[in-house]
């Protein structure tokens, strides 16, 4: 393994994983990886999951995040997950008792925005286990590769009005922001590793692991 956790091993440190599903390729990946972190005796390491957090319905962001998902569903021709995202109860405790945070398939889950403002100074880590991670909300891309230029001309969003073909642009920057703003992408490939080079959103990349 080339990555290694930023911080100096002379005590324990708290690791927490953070993955949508325990289920499917990323969240096995999640579980076992805390698994083994915690057999290797140099850290203590938790991993959770959407089903571990319940939907925070009195948060203002609870009905903005309905109304962008009504609106990307509405005039999209295509599976577009949104980082804006119901907030979760109970995920700022969970995160307050880490030293480090791993982020690993998080869309539509976490609110990138809120998730932000939580971690803070925390040293945070996001696995890329496909494309969504640095795209404007594409899963799967098509053969489009926009998202390598600001996700211009979405073949998503076809329609025009309102301005909706605007929305991947925007989603990007803003996942351009909260990237620049934790300490590693890491590529559990060297497909998304060449995805990560190449990608308008990063500009710090670990190595292959």
Request: hydrophobic share 35%; net charge positive; charged share 20%.
């Amino acid at each position: 393994m080339y990555f290694r956790y930023m911080m100096p091993l002379n005590e324990k440190k708290y690791i927490l994983h953070l993955t949508k599903q325990r289920t499917g390729g990323a969240g096995e990946y999640a579980y076992r990886l805390s698994e083994e972190l915690n057999k290797s005796g140099k850290f203590i390491s938790t991993c959770y999951s959407s089903t571990d957090f319940m939907v925070n319905k009195a948060h203002h962001r609870y009905f903005f995040s309905k109304l962008v998902r009504l609106l990307i569903n509405k005039n999209s021709n295509g599976v577009i997950h949104s980082h804006i995202a119901e907030p979760m109860l109970g995920l700022s405790n969970a995160i307050a008792k880490a030293d480090i945070i791993h982020l690993h398939s998080i869309n539509n889950w976490l609110d990138l925005t809120l998730l932000l403002k939580i971690i803070k100074n925390k040293k945070t880590v996001w696995t890329t286990h496909g494309i969504w991670n640095l795209t404007g909300g594409c899963v799967i891309n098509h053969d489009c590769f926009n998202y390598n230029s600001n996700c211009t001309d979405c073949p998503f969003f076809t329609k025009r009005g309102l301005l909706m073909e605007k929305i991947p642009q925007l989603l990007l920057r803003q996942k351009k922001e909260f990237i620049n703003r934790i300490d590693y992408l890491i590529p559990n490939s060297l497909w998304t590793k060449a995805i990560i080079t190449n990608s308008y959103a990063r500009e710090k990349c670990a190595k292959n692991i």
